[in-house]
């Protein structure tokens, strides 16, 4: 039986992937927000899992959480960082105070868990953890930005991480949604408050097609967490799984728009380097 933890798993992704987890027979430490929420999970699921409320932008509440996996469970197999939220508007249109908020949730959440969880998983010398990022997090759209930022920071961190772990014996994947079926576009999902009017036909664009597709996406939440526990369970885990055809198609453009700048501006790159 393998011990995960999980952040944000009041609904979505992070909903489905618990009850699959618990379905498998595995133990969740999961995250709420909200006390009520954890209450009803702990009286529904005693012993069986425990939730926790915690706001992962809070460290303090992110080192009580690793108390009690030192105290009361002693092991550490699968970390899942997926406590996050949506967000659109163009660059112009975001205040600083937006982009903060994004910044600490999709961002500094996932860090303060990911350094927090690090010495239990060095000391065991396995584990592996899980970054919920997006196929936001590796190609941008216009509208999207502030989001994608966050996500892309999360990715470049991750990277470099997986190198750092990888002779140690911890494993790390970043997972890649593309549009699913949760709140995600609908309650989880937050619109800048300043709109401007030149950017209606771009990030105004994108604001309108988030609303359009709320309930509508592709993306199965359940199919997507069996994949995950595939995954988890495999001997040799990829370094990034996109999930969805959306996703697979959206990094397949951006990966042949790079080669192909670099294919068209390579006697220009080669140029800049001492003779």
């Known amino acids: 039986m393998k011990t995960w933890l999980i952040t944000g798993i009041s609904s979505g992704l992070g909903h489905a992937l618990t009850k699959a987890v618990m379905d498998a027979g595995d133990f969740v430490i999961g995250t709420f927000r909200q006390q009520n929420q954890v209450d009803e999970f702990n009286r529904m699921h005693h012993g069986k ?3 926790m409320k915690v706001d992962v932008t ?3 509440e992110v080192m009580n959480v690793i108390e009690v996996l030192k105290t009361k469970i002693g092991r550490l197999d699968v970390v899942v960082n997926n406590a996050g939220f949506g967000f659109a508007g ?18 500094f959440g996932s860090l303060h868990v990911t350094q927090n969880v690090l010495p239990i998983l060095r000391k065991q010398g396995h584990g ?15 509208g999207f930005g502030i989001y994608n930022a966050s996500k892309f920071a999360l ?9 750092e772990l990888q002779p140690l014996g911890i494993r790390l994947t970043i997972v890649e949604p593309g549009p699913f079926r949760t709140s995600f576009a609908g ?18 664009l994108f604001r309108e ?11 199965d939440p359940h199919k997507a967490a069996l994949a995950i526990i595939k995954l988890v369970n495999h001997p040799n885990p990829p370094l990034r799984l996109p999930l969805g055809k959306v996703a697979l198609a959206t990094i397949a453009s951006k990966l042949s728009h790079v080669q192909q700048d670099m294919d068209n501006w390579r006697a220009v790159a080669e140029e800049a380097v001492y003779s």
């Open 128 to 142: 592996h953890i899980l970054q919920i990022s997006s196929h936001g997090g590796f190609k941008a759209t216009a």
């Open 187 to 204: 309650s989880g999902f937050r619109l800048a408050n300043r709109l401007i009017e030149d950017y209606q036909s771009t990030a105004g």
């Open 155 to 163: 990715e470049g961190m991750s990277e470099a991480l997986a190198g």
């Open 49 to 51: 899992s425990l939730a």
């Open 58 to 60: 809070h460290r303090e």
């Open 90 to 107: 163009a660059i112009e249109e975001a205040t600083v105070e937006e982009v903060r908020a994004v910044m600490e949730a999709n961002f």
């Open 209 to 219: 097609r988030i609303k359009s597709v709320d309930g509508k996406q592709e993306g």
